[in-house]
């Protein structure tokens, strides 16, 4: 067998900085081959959304079965779920299909601080998807919105609520801490906790760029692209948070929109292509 293919259950991005779009960037400068599932179409640019087109939930059932009857999955990053009867197709086909190394990026508002995600449809994330994923990866709101909470404040209220993700049924949590201490802050911390081992870790630079468009997309796709390639959960954490980072060092390379630009998914790429020429 030669490759990893890497499923993305997620919504369409025009701009390109986030969603399956992202999403494929990334499997692909990470080694995997890219293949997914669309479930919402959105009107959106580096700027906002604009409007959002949920793909019925048949439909989602449907690319899912055509894909899963043909082709072997490595792993799977689920990104925007648009609504209750997606989600509980994608959990159907997460059972069906015994799907391994399952991404779960809970989605709920976009960069530019509109809303991708129904209200009532959170319950389902939370209680169909959070017990069915190898590893959720939500930032500080969405933790507090998942567990109706107030948004955690500190390193030990980030622990606290990581714990009590674990309780409601995730297997481990990586709590992403970029909300923690404002944008003036130098570093950002993750923290991924798992039953019977003590929290870890990850503490990255806090790269001064604007364009910061589909970070959470890009941080879990690059997840789902290294768990076959590495040898436990954090090591493909701390991996793929080193491509994050670079790829928004290399962000203010890009000219993609006159707002929240991307990540450079490729800048290793588009680097070592220049100075071969």
């Known amino acids: 067998m030669s490759g990893y293919n890497i499923l993305s259950i997620a919504g369409s991005d025009p701009s390109g900085g986030a969603g399956i779009q992202a999403d494929l960037k990334t499997f692909s400068a990470l080694g995997g ?15 906002g959304v604009t409007g959002v087109h949920a793909v019925p939930a048949e439909f989602v059932s449907a690319q899912l079965d055509t894909l899963l009857t043909d082709a ?13 009867g997606v989600i509980g197709a994608v959990a159907a086909a997460i059972d069906h299909y015994a799907l391994r190394n399952v991404v779960l990026d809970p989605v709920m508002v976009a960069k530019s601080g509109d809303r991708l995600l129904a209200p009532e449809a959170v319950a389902g994330v939370r ?41 409601l049924g995730a297997r481990r949590v990586l709590l992403k801490g970029g909300h923690l201490g404002g944008a003036d802050s130098g570093h950002s911390t993750d923290l991924l906790v798992e ?15 604007h364009n910061t468009h589909g970070t959470g997309c890009t941080l879990s ?24 980072t670079e790829a928004l060092r290399h962000a203010d390379e890009l000219d993609a929109g006159r707002g929240k630009g991307p990540v450079h ?3 290793a790429w588009w680097g070592a292509v220049a100075a071969d020429h």
């Open 33 to 47: 081959y890219g293949m997914t599932v669309i479930t919402a179409l959105t009107a959106q640019s580096t700027s």
């Open 72 to 84: 072997r999955v490595d792993a799977v990053k689920i990104g925007m779920l648009s609504d209750t």
């Open 127 to 167: 209680d169909e998807l959070l017990p069915r994923a190898d590893l959720i990866t939500p930032n500080i709101p969405e933790a507090a919105e998942l567990l109706g909470a107030d948004e955690a404040g500190s390193i030990e209220t980030m622990g606290a609520q990581a714990e009590r993700l674990l309780v």
């Open 195 to 209: 039953p019977d081992w003590p929290p870890r870790t990850f503490t990255a630079e806090r790269v001064r760029t």
């Open 221 to 244: 796709s690059a997840i789902a692209a290294l768990l076959p390639q590495r040898d436990d959960v954090p090591a493909a954490v701390r991996d793929a948070k080193e491509y994050l």
């Open 265 to 267: 998914h490729f800048h």
